[in-house]
């Protein structure tokens, strides 16, 4: 298992590009679920520095955080509630130019401008989430649900 990340500068594409290949090196081995998320998440909040970055798991009828980098956060979401639950009930990404404008946008912090989530699927349901906040509005961009979409499609989460 690689535990080293380089961390590089360029589009966002290129970052993306170099990101890909670490984190599948960060997994491989790995069985542990936890253990392959929290190392996602890292080495994605230390590529992009972005405000929150984490899963959520479905666990008993409800998105319950699971690891993460930042501040703390809602610990858990209600099917149909904020960003999260209406991606949940989507089955799809989501992505929010400006938080303030979603309907029922949950503010875990005042400090999110925009915001994407992401769903984990599995078998045509939706098992968690990942969700990632910017500081900066109009953040997050198809290039980001193309490789957001691939990086939650590389963890095995049997």
Same mark, same amino acid.
């Given at each position: 298992?690689?535990?080293?990340?380089?961390?590089?500068? !360029?589009?966002?594409? %290129?970052? &993306? =590009?170099?990101?890909?290949?670490?984190? +599948? @090196?960060?997994?491989? !081995?790995? #069985?542990?679920?936890? /253990?392959?998320? /929290?190392?996602?998440?890292? /080495?994605?909040? %230390? =590529?992009?520095?972005?405000?929150?970055?984490?899963? &959520?798991?479905?666990? $008993? @009828?409800?998105?319950?955080? @699971?690891?993460? +980098?930042?501040? *703390? /956060?809602?610990?858990?979401?209600?099917?149909?509630?904020?960003?999260? @639950? #209406?991606?949940?009930?989507?089955?799809? #990404?989501?992505?929010?130019?400006?938080?303030?404008?979603?309907? !029922?946008?949950?503010?875990?912090?005042?400090?999110?401008?925009?915001?994407?989530? *992401?769903?984990?699927?599995?078998?045509?349901?939706?098992?968690?989430?990942?969700?990632?906040?910017? $500081? +900066?509005?109009?953040?997050? $961009?198809?290039?980001? =649900?193309?490789?957001? %979409? =691939?990086?939650?499609?590389?963890?095995?989460?049997?």
């Amino acid at each position: 298992m690689a535990e080293d990340l380089n961390v590089i500068e !360029g589009t966002k594409e %290129e970052q &993306y =590009q170099s990101l890909l290949p670490q984190i +599948q @090196g960060l997994m491989e !081995g790995e #069985t542990d679920l936890i /253990a392959n998320l /929290a190392n996602v998440v890292a /080495a994605l909040k %230390e =590529q992009f520095k972005w405000f929150w970055v984490g899963f &959520y798991l479905v666990k $008993d @009828g409800v998105l319950v955080v @699971g690891p993460f +980098q930042g501040p *703390v /956060a809602c610990t858990r979401i209600r099917k149909g509630k904020g960003v999260c @639950g #209406t991606c949940w009930v989507e089955k799809k #990404t989501i992505i929010v130019d400006d938080v303030t404008k979603f309907p !029922g946008h949950i503010a875990c912090s005042s400090l999110s401008s925009s915001e994407i989530v *992401v769903p984990v699927m599995r078998d045509n349901k939706v098992i968690g989430v990942l969700d990632v906040d910017s $500081d +900066q509005l109009n953040y997050f $961009d198809a290039t980001d =649900q193309k490789y957001l %979409e =691939q990086i939650v499609a590389m963890i095995n989460f049997v």
